[in-house]
């Protein structure tokens, strides 16, 4: 086993920890240290590191764990996501979080935060509101009053005052954290074979489990590896995945795309770890404003995201083009009612633009691909074919 197969393995276990241990062994080295549980997509995560805080991000059970009783807490019709946090929460996987943010990305999430309340889940649970107006003094104002309810949140847990100096050093780490992540997606749009869908994934979802500092050096290492010709090229398409922000598809999903002929050199997974384009200032004596200015101005696009003035499919084409991008396959989680509500206003973009594409929806559980093997692969040879 070569250095790169080493770190990915070590990744993909990191990833799927459902109990992370890495993040409960982090936070037993010191009695000051907290563990602050995150639902996708984005938070500013640097307050929490200034406040001693691991922030971990909960992505959902997947297809690692049966769902039973998660499922007596929701309905049918909405997406698994919740589910399988649920049936985390009261089978103890999250025990030793001291409190939970639960970012504003639909109601599911919204009525999961008052569950985890009801339930005594973590010290504090706080669902996170963003700002709907992009003017600084308005929303950016709201916005930095959000933080400091979460700082607040997190004194009152462990005591420790968040400086300007210790949100500067976070925000200079994150920025690192974030160049990294951009230079392997910059490689892998070159030269796609030298690290496969998947296992950029690993490498990005162990970052949300291990503080900062570990992943960057992670980031590094593969960094290392993949700057070196290594694998085949393959006569593949290039495919840009739009749809799969917050729900995270099985990775049997995303080998499936892989195995149908499709290079994926764009995507919407891990978003919450690219939210923020560009570095922030870490150098100012107001981080908190820089902070909220930063998810204003340097935000990507989401469907989760509101902004009326700079549509989502005009981004999504500039978006393909950019990587040079033959197509696009829209993968939503079933139920997922931003994803497939903006669907057919982005294809629209898509079809004016002369950009190909599909859809189709999963599940985080799904176990069968075959037939999603066979859509990606029919769209796959019909670009080779007549595109």
């Not at 929490?48 to 691991?54: I, Q, V």
């Not at 589910?83 to 929460?89: L, Q, S, T, Y």
């Not at 002369?354 to 176990?367: C, K, M, P, R, S």
């Amino acid at each position: 086993m070569d250095k790169l197969d080493q770190l990915l393995k070590e990744c993909e276990a990191l990833a799927f920890d459902l109990n992370f241990e890495v993040a409960k062994k982090w936070k037993a080295d010191s009695p000051d240290r907290m563990i602050v549980g995150y639902l996708p997509i984005y938070v500013p995560r640097e307050i929490m590191h200034a406040a001693k805080a691991l922030p971990v991000g909960i992505m959902g059970a997947g297809d690692r764990k049966q769902i039973i009783k998660g499922d007596a807490y929701y309905q049918s019709y909405i997406c698994h996501l919740p589910r399988g946090i649920i049936e985390m929460a009261l089978d103890k996987n999250l025990n030793d979080f001291d409190g939970f943010l639960f970012p504003a990305i639909c109601d599911c999430v919204r009525n999961l935060s008052g569950m985890f309340k009801l339930s005594k889940k973590g010290n504090f649970q706080r669902y996170f509101d963003y700002p709907q107006n992009f003017d600084p003094k308005i929303g950016g104002t709201f916005y930095k009053q959000e933080m400091e309810k979460i700082i607040d949140d997190m004194f009152k847990v462990n005591g420790v005052k968040v400086t300007v100096d210790a949100i500067n050093k976070a925000i200079g780490l994150y920025n690192i954290n974030r160049r990294l992540i951009e230079a392997i997606y910059k490689i892998r749009q070159e030269f796609p074979w030298r690290l496969s869908a998947v296992d950029t994934y690993y490498v990005l979802r162990a970052g949300l489990a291990i503080p900062v500092e570990q992943h960057n050096k992670i980031l590094q290492q593969v960094i290392d590896v993949i700057s070196i010709e290594r694998g085949e090229p393959m006569d593949n398409i290039r495919v840009v995945i739009s749809g799969s922000f917050c729900e995270q598809p099985p990775i049997g999903m995303i080998k499936s795309i892989e195995m149908a002929g499709c290079y994926i050199v764009e995507d919407d997974l891990m978003l919450g770890s690219r939210w923020i384009q560009g570095d922030i200032d870490d150098t100012t004596a107001n981080p908190l404003e820089t902070l909220a200015l930063a998810y204003i101005n340097q935000s990507t696009f989401s469907s989760a995201y509101y902004d009326v003035g700079n549509p989502k499919g005009k981004r999504l084409v500039k978006l393909a083009e950019a990587c040079n991008a033959d197509g696009v396959i829209f993968c939503a989680a079933s139920f997922c009612d931003p994803a497939l509500l903006d669907r057919p206003e982005m294809q629209k973009e898509c079809d004016a633009a002369g950009l190909a594409h599909i859809n189709f929806q999963f599940h985080e559980n799904t176990g069968q691909f075959k037939v999603i093997k066979e859509q990606a692969g029919t769209f796959s040879d019909s670009i080779k074919l007549w595109a």
